[in-house]
């Protein structure tokens, strides 16, 4: 599976921005599907993950009511729409997958990673 992440940016607080994960290779219908993201001095933490087939999402504490991930089929992408965004959303945005029907959280459940994409929200 690869997977490519962009749509990244520069955006003041309050904005919205939406990133976008191209997915290719096998077959990767039962597959989590994740975002992550990396600040600087900091660990990469859990963001967003939705099942693939199921269609079910979860959210880290921090993003909930703001963040909303979604895939397209068709497209064979995975969407974040980030809304309302803080200061303390600016990191590394990473897209991940795994294979299975667990939806586990942890960073290091995730074995296929995008290369990043740089989010930066001004005050």
């Known amino acids: 599976v690869q997977l490519q992440a962009y749509g990244g940016g520069l955006v003041q607080a309050g904005g919205s921005l939406r990133l976008s994960c191209a997915v290719s290779g096998r077959s990767f219908s039962s597959y989590v599907m994740g975002w992550f993201r990396q600040a600087p001095g900091k660990e990469r933490e859990f963001v967003s993950i939705i099942g693939w087939r199921s269609g079910r999402t979860f959210y880290g504490d921090s993003v909930k009511g703001r963040f909303s991930i979604s895939r397209d089929n068709a497209n064979n992408t995975v969407y974040l729409q980030m809304n309302s965004l803080k200061p303390a959303d600016t990191a590394i945005y990473y897209c991940?997958?795994?294979?299975?029907?667990?939806?586990?959280?942890?960073?290091?459940?995730?074995?296929?990673w995008g290369q990043g994409t740089q989010v930066t929200v001004s005050s």
């Open positions: 991940a997958a795994r294979s299975g029907s667990i939806y586990y959280t942890r960073v290091n459940s995730y074995n296929y």
